[in-house]
């Protein structure tokens, strides 16, 4: 390692503000220090931030640091200034062995830079020594550091033959040779070492320049002699070499298990989603199948029931007509009764003998003694047919519980296609809107609650203003909430109602008169009507046959894509989905249709949406 550097005086230690010696030396950004305080006044008496020497401005004021390194190395500095000539004159002597004896001057100059750089370094704080493979003249001092070269130089006097060394004139002189002289080692170091701090041994003050392999420590040559004999030692340089050839292998096969583990992370998760779709189709199927068999049940009890009270009311009426007829000859037979009562009762032989053969003759009358009521209700033919139907799903529930597979839905959207997905209810769902109603746009007719989220039909018409964005023929209303862009998603709850709308429209659609609704003229919606006939608005109409009843009803939209998505919500099933583009805003809308005396008085509830496991 070579020694030589420039000089160092006290212009380089000096604030270009006040001209002294740093006192708590500070950075810029633009890399020029200042004493903390003289920085700090200069900006104190400016508007603008500007640094002193180069100019530079800073929009904001720098939160500047005490530079620690750049203190130490200028306290050390100062030390120095009073060792300077002991220093000289060590280099003089020196300088005046190596005259006299050759050859020994190289080894003692290296012995005394070795304990000026022991010395000079001791305060400063330890860093590892960092042995590199560049150019050897290269330096790199840390940030804020004054490379340890410098620090030597500028102990020497300018009549020592390290200062006739001119790195812009000359090449650098190569280093002195690996050898032992007298039973001790002489080291070289990189440059890379050179320019940082070298850690010193604490008890001999010398450079840890060998590593023992045996006690796996840094030593100096000093306690390699004193303590490490016949040990296995070699310089930290080859150490680091052979490490750094090992860590790139280590490195290597860290990087494979890295990767194996994050293979087995992507094979995790796609296990997890998979299971995930399976558990997904297997919710919708079994829903389709259960529902199912329930919708065939309550049909099969509603049929049932439909039968036995028309059995009942035939009975009831057969039974009345059979009474009536009885009634009518047991007046009969108490008329008779009466008048041969009278007859016996009676003195007058004539009326008696010429009237009693008319009233002894029996009356016109019924036998009434095959006559019963009879309790047939007719619903065998209901049980027979239910039992049928209990034995073809018990057959399909124990294939299943073999096999472990369900059927997919029968029921399939129209623009559905296996290449295009909808997305899951569980993920629309993270694109909750607060839907609420606008009064303002309510048809007469609509009892709207007070939180503005629920919406029924009334009987008669409410006196209410006539402006222009009230409907006043189509029974309706639309929500507040104008979507411009973005994705959003809101529920409603339809519970039993037989009749109803549902989806969006655009703001600009006609409210007044006959309204033909469908996706040309601003309408997206899914309708019902009797109870179980499902429908899209398209042109024509599209027919739905599903299989499960929906009690709530989700509706998605994706305005830059202009996509309208309806599911069922309780299956978790998607229904439909428009496909269109939307050229300005559109509006929730919700129509409960007329209540049919009644039948359909349940209103549409906007319901808070609660994300499904």
């Known amino acids: 390692m070579s020694f030589y550097g420039?000089?160092?005086?006290?212009?380089?230690?000096?604030?270009?503000?006040?001209?002294?010696?740093f006192t708590n030396p500070s950075s810029t950004p633009c890399g020029h220090s200042f004493c903390m305080s003289c920085i700090s006044r200069y900006w104190d008496g400016s508007k603008i931030c500007q640094c002193p020497l180069c100019k530079?401005?800073?929009?904001?004021?720098?939160d500047l640091q005490i530079n620690r390194t750049l203190r130490e190395i200028t306290e050390q500095f100062r030390s120095m200034q009073g060792g300077l000539i002991g220093s000289g004159r060590a280099a003089g002597r020196v300088k005046r062995v190596g005259k006299a004896g050759g050859g020994k001057t190289d080894g003692m100059r290296d012995d005394l830079m070795l304990e000026l750089a022991g010395r000079l370094t001791k305060p400063l704080p330890e860093r590892p020594v960092a042995l590199t493979q560049e150019d050897p003249t290269t330096v790199h001092p840390t940030p804020g550091q004054v490379p340890l070269t410098a620090l030597l130089a500028s102990s020497v006097p300018n009549d020592s033959p390290i200062s006739t060394y001119n790195p812009a004139i000359e090449p650098p002189p190569p280093p002195p040779p690996f050898n032992r002289s007298n039973g001790r080692r002489r080291f070289t170091l990189s440059c890379a070492a050179?320019?940082?701090?070298?850690?010193?041994?604490?008890?001999?003050?010398?450079?840890?320049?060998?590593?023992c392999r045996d006690d796996r420590v840094c030593i100096c040559p000093d306690c390699e002699t004193e303590s490490h004999q016949g040990h296995d030692?070699?310089?930290?340089?080859?150490?680091?070499?052979?490490?750094?050839?090992k860590a790139r292998v280590c490195e290597q096969q860290i990087q494979e298990m890295i990767g194996q583990r994050l293979q087995k992370i992507d094979d995790i998760q796609l296990s997890v989603d998979q299971l995930e779709s399976a558990v997904e189709r297997e919710i919708t199927s079994s829903i389709c199948i259960f529902s199912a068999l329930v919708s065939a049940i309550e049909r099969s009890q509603a049929e049932l029931m439909e039968v036995m009270e028309t059995s009942q009311r035939t009975a009831e009426q057969q039974a009345t007509a059979i009474k009536q007829q009885l009634e009518l000859e047991i007046d009969e037979l108490r008329r008779r009764e009466r008048i041969i009562?009278?007859?016996?009762?009676?003195?007058?032989?004539?009326?008696?003998?010429?009237?009693?053969?008319?009233?002894?003759?029996?009356?016109?009358?019924?036998?009434?003694?095959?006559?019963?009521?009879d309790f047939n209700m007719g619903t065998d033919n209901i049980y027979r047919t239910l039992a049928d139907l209990m034995e073809r799903y018990q057959e399909q529930l124990r294939s299943l519980a073999e096999t472990g597979l369900l059927p997919m839905p029968t029921y399939q959207p129209p623009d559905a296609s296996p290449s295009r997905t909808q997305p899951k209810v569980k993920r629309v769902q993270e694109y909750a809107l607060d839907v609420t109603l606008d009064f303002n746009s309510a048809h007469p007719r609509l009892i709207i609650s007070g939180d503005m989220k629920s919406v029924k039909c009334g009987d008669r018409h409410q006196l209410l203003p006539d402006n222009v964005e009230r409907f006043d023929r189509v029974v309706c209303v639309l929500g507040s909430q104008a979507i411009s862009s973005g994705r959003h998603y809101w529920e409603v709850l339809v519970g039993g109602k037989t009749d109803w709308d549902l989806g969006v429209a655009r703001q600009s659609i006609n409210r007044k008169g006959k309204i033909?609704?469908?996706?040309?003229?601003?309408?997206?919606?899914?309708?019902?009507?009797?109870?179980?006939k499902y429908a899209f608005r398209t042109e024509p109409s599209t027919d739905i046959d599903m299989n499960l009843r929906p009690h709530k009803i989700g509706i998605f939209v994706d305005y830059e894509n202009g996509q309208v998505s309806f599911y069922n919500v309780d299956a978790r099933v998607h229904i439909y989905t428009f496909n269109d583009t939307f050229?300005?805003?559109?509006?929730?809308?919700?129509?409960?249709?007329?209540?049919?005396?009644?039948?359909?008085?349940?209103?549409?509830?906007?319901?808070?949406?609660i994300l499904t496991a």
Request: proline residues 8%.
């Open 341 to 373: 009562s009278e007859l016996t009762q009676s003195e007058d032989y004539i009326y008696c003998v010429e009237n009693f053969p008319i009233v002894s003759s029996p009356p016109q009358t019924k036998d009434w003694s095959g006559v019963s009521m």
């Open 233 to 245: 030692t070699v310089t930290v340089e080859e150490e680091y070499n052979e490490n750094k050839v």
């Open 6 to 21: 420039s000089f160092l005086s006290d212009e380089q230690f000096q604030c270009s503000i006040c001209l002294e010696v």
């Open 194 to 211: 050179s320019s940082q701090s070298l850690p010193v041994c604490a008890l001999h003050r010398r450079g840890l320049l060998i590593y």
């Open 516 to 532: 033909n609704v469908n996706p040309s003229n601003g309408y997206w919606f899914l309708s019902l009507r009797d109870k179980s």
């Open 583 to 609: 050229t300005e805003c559109v509006l929730p809308f919700f129509s409960p249709c007329t209540n049919k005396s009644g039948k359909n008085d349940g209103p549409l509830v906007i319901t808070p949406v």
């Open 56 to 62: 530079k401005t800073f929009q904001k004021r720098p």
